[in-house]
């Protein structure tokens, strides 16, 4: 697998977020997450690319 003490590693996150402000869907929240990752010395598999989309909703229970 090679000498993983010279694996160099960066990482890029991406992230933007909307908020309904009014009507019944009032705080309904909609994040999209854009991260990547990345080793450099091309020895490992770990790199990797993520796309998630959030969706939160408030509510109250008592």
């Not at 309904?28 to 997450?33: G, Q």
């Amino acid at each position: 697998y090679g000498d993983k003490s010279s694996e160099e590693h960066w990482e890029r996150d991406f992230d933007i977020r909307y908020v309904v402000q009014q009507g019944s869907a009032r705080g309904l929240s909609f994040r999209l997450r854009q991260a990547t990752h990345r080793i450099g010395n091309g020895a490992s598999d770990i790199s990797s690319d993520q796309v998630r989309l959030i969706v939160e909703y408030p509510y109250q229970i008592f």
